[in-house]
T-cell receptor, first 113, second 116 residues
Framework: SQELEQSPQSLIVQEGKNLTINCTSS?????LYWYKQKYGEGLIFLMM???GGEEKSHEKITAKLDEKKQQSSLHITASQPSHAGIYLC?????????????WGAGTKLIIKP | DTEVTQTPKHLVMGMTNKKSLKCEQH?????MYWYKQKAKKPPELMFV???????INESVPSRFSPECPNSSLLNLHLHALQPEDSALYLC???????????????FGPGTRLTVT
């Protein structure tokens, strides 16, 4: 099984609706990163979470890390076509190996007009 | 400025060719990375340079040869590649000056490589 489980695998959402993507690990997450990728392009850094219970927001996107530091969620409010893409979570699960992230499989988000 | 640049954007090469991918960042980051990404998969780490020294090589075949000429530049030299090496090659950088700390990585736009 994957060390970092990301769900759902894909999501089709009506424009204007809210949505949530989850990222779960059986190990402590020392750093949890959310990225967005358009097909064939580079990854765009969204947010980094490190502390249990931490929550960060940027525009209509909010990311949270639970108190146990094993699960993170990415929430988009009032989705827009510009939110479409692939969302990836990456994590440090070993404090001394911050260069080596483990990755979720990605969530493909489609916004229906 | 959080920009990482990569050239070329697209590359088509034969199995006997030699080519290089280039990556540049001017954020003062001390760690630079090469990733390979196949369609519908997350990035796979290939190499990490820390303070211009190779610190991680993820058992990558010798037909891929990384080089870090200075703290801003990272190259990936390609020779005798196979069709299965066709992929998106991503460069990234991070602050990376404290090994026990977490830093976000900033990615370039990638080079789409096709090996014929």
């Amino acid at each position: 099984s994957q060390e970092l489980e990301q769900s759902p695998q894909s999501l089709i959402v009506q424009e204007g609706k809210n949505l949530t993507i989850n990222c779960t690990s059986s190990k402590t997450l020392y750093g949890l990163y959310w990225y967005k990728q358009k097909y064939g392009e580079g990854l765009i850094f969204l947010m980094m979470l490190q502390k249990g219970g931490e929550e960060k927001s940027h525009e209509k996107i909010t990311a949270k890390l639970d108190e146990k530091k094993q699960q993170s969620s990415l929430h988009i409010t009032a989705s827009q076509p510009s939110h479409a893409g692939i969302y990836l979570c990456g994590a440090d699960i070993a404090r001394a190996s911050n260069y080596q992230l483990i990755w979720g499989a990605g969530t493909k988000l489609i916004i229906k007009p | 400025d959080t920009e990482v640049t990569q050239t070329p954007k697209h590359l088509v090469m034969g199995m006997t060719n030699k080519k290089s991918l280039k990556c540049e960042q001017h954020m003062g980051h001390r760690a630079m990375y090469w990733y390979k990404q196949k369609a519908k998969k997350p990035p796979e780490l290939m190499f990490v340079y820390s303070y211009e020294k190779l610190s991680i090589n993820e058992s990558v075949p010798s037909r891929f040869s990384p080089e870090c000429p200075n703290s801003s530049l990272l190259n990936l030299h390609l020779h005798a590649l196979q069709p299965e090496d066709s992929a998106l090659y991503l460069c990234a950088s991070s602050q990376g000056d404290q090994p026990s700390s977490s830093y976000e990585q900033y990615f370039g736009p990638g080079t789409r490589l096709t090996v014929t």
